[in-house]
């Protein structure tokens, strides 16, 4: 699949949370998604690479990935290994719901704004997240009363932990650059300049490259188009403005989409409903 056509929309959370926890050779490697919740992955043993947006996250045994909702991924898995790994999905509402001023999301924000997305825990902490991770699984048998209220604090603590990684600076681990120094110029300025001028012609001229040479380079680097990554960049940041409440034909001239009709289309066939929806 083409880069702008291999990321969609999969998976659905009904519960406040879920918890998996899988063993195979096979793993359940897909082309790039996104969610509209968190996702925590827990590498207990295996051989993985997790690419989050434009960054590559080697995992070891012990490290943990923070994938914030509507943040395209996939897996690179070794399937000569078993891979075996913990998975939570989170509702964020879940927990802004719970405790609203406890700011225990932030850990996938930092990550988001540093495009760090892998934590690499210290022996002590990383003790104390498999311990979480073991009741939290134990817990899941637990049908008494309270069971429920249980299951809430641990995975409460578990955020606690990590935020508390993410904040001491110790656990965020550089994730790998792009091969070219110039390939990664253009995503910074990409990134930057959403609202302006980001044609082809321009960002070859940035890179110092012919059109036909950057546009080759550009989809061996990150597996995107020119023009795929682009407006994966424009509709995410659109949908990230409307739910802030930005008023939708605004958001979409801020994005680059001087088209509402396009805008519109594009909105509908990423995100399977329009942006007007996306404020309800």
Known sequence: MTGESAYSKEG??????????????AGQERDYHFHDFDKLVFLISGSVKYL???????????????VKHHTIHKAEIDRSVQYDRIIIYLDPAYIDRTVPEAGLLSCFDTADRRRRYLLRPDQQTGEKIKKLLSELE????DGEFGAE????????????????????????QETAAFSD??????LSYINENLSSDLSVDALSDLA???????????????GFTVHGYIRHKRLMRAAQLIR???????????????DYSAFHRAFRETFGISPAALKH
Do not use: W
Not at 244 to 258: D, M
């Open 12 to 25: 659905y959370l009904h519960e406040n949370f879920r918890f998996f926890h899988l063993r195979d050779n």
């Open 52 to 66: 989050v947006e434009d960054e590559s996250c080697a995992m070891e045994a012990g490290d943990v990935v923070l």
């Open 138 to 141: 134990d817990s899941l048998s």
């Open 149 to 172: 209220v249980i299951r809430g604090s641990l995975v409460m603590q578990l955020l606690v932990q990590l935020d508390r990684l993410m904040l001491s600076g110790g656990g965020a």
């Open 181 to 186: 120094g110039k390939i990664a110029a253009v």
């Open 208 to 222: 110092f490259m012919s059109r036909y040479h950057f546009m080759r380079f550009f989809k061996a680097q990150t």
């Open 244 to 258: 802030e409440g930005t008023p939708v034909t605004k958001a979409a001239a801020e994005c680059g989409y001087n």
